[in-house]
């Protein structure tokens, strides 16, 4: 825990000022300090992309703030000057929600990594914003605790990032995602002033201001501290591997173990090719031959775990399964995990591009849609490697394309739109965990009319109406926060000029 913040340098020679964003860069050296700020290019290219590297922007300025007084400085400098700001955690997000602004300031949060409270009486945990997430957990662990929310990057990925993304992971299943594990963040708004949105008491009076923060990739304000709720870590946990045929008859499998009122803390599901990529990349030693695999976890009292392991095991059996490991113990545990937790990455094994796609469908869809997803593959000569959240519906496709070879990024591309237009299809949705950023600004009219966006709209606007923090993600068109949208929306300029008329 760190109880004082580092001291800093300031720098006392004037800079010659032409932009907003140096005029920013030039403050914040003084508020800051120069170790704060980096301007250097060799530097600022670091920080060119998030987890989504087809897309990249040099950003103007980043600067690493310690405390939440220093990112509420850098969100006034910003202010001050019209000049828009982004938020980052570590940099992982698959949406390109963290891509910086050419002209803006990228204000990143690896240097707030304090984990300042451990409150086991309350089960609560009070955190810096770049605490990584499974760093929540190793802190609680003495005492019996454990943060449930984890995503496949939580060795890596920050709680700040998490709570923009409402991230979930394989055991959001029975304990729900970071929304449910979230009671108060404080924020810098977009005004600059500091902010507290509940606490560590549930469910406050008022209007959920917190729920609306949670999930906003960034476009509300910058979060500086979060208070997240401790799970009891299980007195027994057990997991077993099932191998079947295709992945039919694992969805079956699925279907069966919930419909049994079951809830496994996990139930994860990878098709053939999803379990070749991830043989070559950390050799798991799952079935061979198998068309999927599922991995199962049930966690909780031991009489329990124990009377549910066996309903899974047949409800396994008697949708065709070809095998069935039980880990019997730690490590085997964590090799089954691995295979799937590392399944992302793996694929980079099989295939030199890949898109990571993301979308939900209710889980009863999953064999249609799964076959549709085969169709398109075949038709397009386009492979996908399927990985998901099984038991929540949420799909995982991954779109395999060699960028060197002209035309395949294109149809990568459009087979990957074209599983969302499934999902939106079957009911689901265009991302389940890992948000829209700028990466699926553009299905969202998909999904939504544009008075369900222009709704949306007023409520960024009523946080940032001047559209500075996180510009030009999550929505489709830059609407500024002048133009009220919706019913309530003025003459368009050429309209007043009486060059258009609006029927
Ligand atoms: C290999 C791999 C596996 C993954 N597995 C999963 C998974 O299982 N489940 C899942 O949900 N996601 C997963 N992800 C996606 C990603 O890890 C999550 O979205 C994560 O929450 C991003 O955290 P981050 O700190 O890297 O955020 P960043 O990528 O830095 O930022 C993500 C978004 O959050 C905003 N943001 C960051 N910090 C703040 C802040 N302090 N205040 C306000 N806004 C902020 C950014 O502006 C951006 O919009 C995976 C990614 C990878 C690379």
Redesign the pocket.
């Known amino acids: 825990m760190r109880t004082s913040s580092p001291s800093r340098r300031t720098s006392a020679c004037p800079e010659t000022v032409t932009t907003p964003v140096e005029q920013v860069a030039t403050r914040l050296r003084r508020e800051l300090g120069d170790d704060a700020v980096l301007t250097d290019r060799q530097q600022l290219r670091t920080y060119e992309c998030?987890?989504l590297a087809q897309y990249k922007v040099t950003p103007a300025v980043v600067v690493l703030p310690l405390t939440t007084a220093e990112v509420a400085a850098v969100v006034r400098a910003c202010l001050d000057a019209g000049v828009p700001y982004?938020?980052?955690?570590?940099?992982?997000?698959?949406?390109g929600?963290?891509l910086p602004h050419a002209d803006g300031v990228l204000?990143?949060?690896s240097r707030?990594r304090a984990v300042r409270d451990v409150d086991a009486a309350d089960q609560r945990a009070v955190v810096e914003?770049?605490v990584i997430?499974l760093q929540v957990t190793r802190a609680a662990a003495p005492q019996g605790y454990y943060y449930a929310?984890?995503?496949?990057?939580?060795q890596?990925?920050?709680?700040?990032?998490?709570?923009?993304?409402?991230?979930?992971?394989?055991h959001c299943l029975k304990y729900g995602?970071?929304s449910n594990h979230v009671t108060g963040v404080e924020?810098v708004a977009p005004d600059g002033e500091v902010v507290r949105l509940g606490g560590k008491a549930p469910d406050p009076p008022g209007y959920d201001l917190m729920g609306a923060f949670v999930a906003?990739?960034?476009?509300?304000?910058?979060?500086?501290e979060v208070t997240v709720r401790l799970t009891r870590a299980p007195e027994a946990v057990r997991c077993l591997l099932a191998a079947f045929p295709s992945t039919d008859e694992a969805g079956g499998a699925v279907s069966a173990i919930i419909g049994a009122g079951v809830v496994p803390a996990a139930i994860e599901m990878m098709d053939a090719l999803a379990i070749e990529a991830a043989e070559a990349a950390v050799q798991c030693n799952y079935p061979k031959g198998a068309g999927a695999v599922l991995v199962v976890e049930l966690d909780g009292p031991a009489a329990d775990v124990a009377a549910q392991f066996d309903e899974v095991e047949r409800h396994c059996r008697d949708n065709a399964a070809t095998e069935i490991r039980i880990a019997a113990d730690e490590a085997e545990r964590a090799l089954f995990w691995k295979g799937r937790?590392s399944a992302?990455?793996a694929v980079g094994r099989i295939s030199p591009d890949y898109i990571?796609q993301?979308g939900v469908i209710p889980r009863t869809a999953l064999p249609e849609v799964l076959r549709r997803i085969a169709a398109l593959s075949a038709e397009s000569g386009v492979r996908v490697a399927n990985v998901f959240?099984a038991g929540d519906g949420n799909l995982?496709p991954l779109v395999l394309f060699d960028d060197a070879v002209p035309g395949q990024a294109e149809a990568a591309e459009e087979v990957s739109g074209a599983i969302l237009d499934l999902c939106i299809e079957h009911g689901g949705s265009i991302t389940?965990?890992?948000?829209v950023?700028m990466d699926k600004a553009r299905f969202m009219p998909r999904m939504y009319t544009d008075d369900d966006l222009d709704t949306m709209q007023m409520l960024r606007c009523a946080f940032d109406p001047k559209n500075l923090s996180?510009p030009g993600?999550i929505f489709p068109t830059p609407r500024l926060c002048g133009e009220i949208p919706g019913r309530h929306k003025g003459p368009h300029p050429l309209q007043a000029a009486g060059l258009a008329e609006v029927f």
């Open positions: 998030d987890g982004v938020a980052r955690g570590s940099g992982t997000g698959l949406s929600g963290a204000v990143v949060t707030m914003p770049g997430n929310p984890d995503p496949s990057s939580q890596i990925c920050s709680i700040g990032g998490n709570v923009a993304e409402n991230s979930g992971g394989a995602f970071t924020i906003s990739e960034g476009t509300l304000g910058i979060v500086t937790k992302f990455a990571v993301d959240h995982h389940g965990e890992h948000g950023g996180n993600k």
